[in-house]
């Protein structure tokens, strides 16, 4: 079994941590070595990843920790909320677990915003570990420490900052993954491209047909790059003071999407690809990028199998969802914009512009 690869994530303070990428890593001991030591261990997961992967992990942690229990909450977007923030709470209350006790997402993005924010809030904070089992959340969401539940009014709006004390992700996990899942993963591979290394887009277009195959050392390579990005932007923009929007490209219009679709409707990953095109095309008509930036862009994600026609909601039910985005100032709306191959930033954008590039793409 090869060794794992190991981004780090430096942050202020001591709470710099590990993201650990390779196969097998669900089966061997020395991952799960060295984390904060407490009496019981809980893994949080959902009821589709638990009956593939709690059993094995629980047996992991058996050999570090005395007690393991498994909270299994509902699958799906649309249980990303107060019911199954409570749930977890309710289970670490009645059994009278301390603030030692370690809780370990086991699941994709849902799973993991929810954990993390039920180790943000019990008893004012306790340990937690990522353990990733999607490729959206492998390369993007069990990253950085944003942890969250949605409200009917707005997506990811309730959450607090709070970082894993470690990330492990078994690129084995991706084998049982739907291919729509997968798809929708690679959205968030190919985001860093346009805001943060043209050269990665290159490679993101000569290997896509190796990532749809699955070739496990190309996905590995897709895992650690995506890290390796984000770690950098977190480090240096742990609480989004202004860099880090970066990593919002697509998705002002995709979580208008999802929250105006309601959750689960599209996938998260779905919704940002569209919400990139839609971006890109603003980009242009903001006299930042060529149109061939934005004709790449759409043919890449069209060749990945994601969706780059946005639903037909109207232009003022769009503007509605959007100015309760998380960066919009004021009631003024803005978006992560490419102002060059690599290079993204966030503008303000005259509601008028925003209006043409929907009406251009049949949102309206
Ligand atoms: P998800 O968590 O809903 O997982 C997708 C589906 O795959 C679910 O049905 C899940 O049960 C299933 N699944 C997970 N792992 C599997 C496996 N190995 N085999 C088979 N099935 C498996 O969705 P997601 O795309 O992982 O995450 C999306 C969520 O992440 C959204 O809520 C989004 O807001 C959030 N997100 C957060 C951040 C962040 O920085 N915190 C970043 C990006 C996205
Ligand atoms: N996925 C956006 C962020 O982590 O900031």
Known sequence: MPAPDTVHIQLPGDRNYEIRIGTGLLNEAASWQG???AAVAVIVSNETVAPLYADRLRDRLLGVYAR???VVLPDGEQHKNWDSLNRICDHLLSQALDRKTVLFALGGGVIGDMTGFAAAIYMRGVPFVQVPTTLLAQVDSSVGGKTAINHPLGKNMLGAFYQPERVI????TLDTLPDRELRAGLAEVIKYGPIADASFLCWIEDNL???LARDKAVLGYAVRRSCAIKADVVGQDEKEQGLRAILNFGHTIGHAIESGLGYGAWLHG???ACGMVLAADLSQRMG???RAFVDRLRTLIERAGLPVQPPKLGAERYLQLMRVDKKAEAGAIRFVLIESLGRAGLHGVPDALIAETLVAHGAA
Do not use: R
């Not at 992700?169 to 084995?172: E, R």
């Open 169 to 172: 992700a078994d690129l084995d």
């Open 270 to 272: 779905e919704a940002v």
């Open 209 to 211: 047909d190796a990532l």
């Open 35 to 37: 984390l904060p030591k």
């Open 68 to 70: 393991v229990d498994v």
């Open 288 to 290: 930042l990028v060529p």
